[in-house]
């Protein structure tokens, strides 16, 4: 069977709720259409709970494609040399408009995987 879910945003419970629900199986399909990031409160368990999964395929929302600008502009080094070319008034306010639409939690996520 073929399934489809968009808007998870980090509710990894739901998700695996839903998933025993259909009674999801090793020969179905699940497209995920977009947005499992930010929001709910679990967002990087929800992402390595698919990655372990061959047969969810995640597409790209503008929630995941906000977090990979973000988050590859966060994770270079910044020399306090150069500080002031690497944090820009624009990456503060990207980072601030992410962190309002949500994306504390898949930042919290994500510093918790490195613990």
């Known amino acids: 069977m073929t399934y489809v879910m968009s808007d998870i945003h980090g509710h990894y419970q739901k998700y695996l709720t839903m998933l025993d629900k259909i009674g999801f199986s090793d ?24 990655s372990l999964r061959p047969n969810v395929i995640p597409l790209l929302g503008n929630h995941e494609l906000t977090a990979a600008v973000l988050l590859r502009a966060l994770c270079v080094e910044i020399p306090g040399d150069n500080a002031e070319t690497q944090i820009t008034q624009e990456l503060l306010g990207a980072i601030y408009d992410w962190q309002e639409d949500g994306g504390d939690t898949t930042l919290s996520g994500f510093r918790r995987l490195a613990q």
Not at 29 to 39: E, I, Q, S
């Open 27 to 50: 020969d179905d399909t699940l497209y995920v259409l977009g947005d499992v990031l930010d929001r709910g409160e679990q967002p990087a368990e929800l992402l390595w709970d698919m």
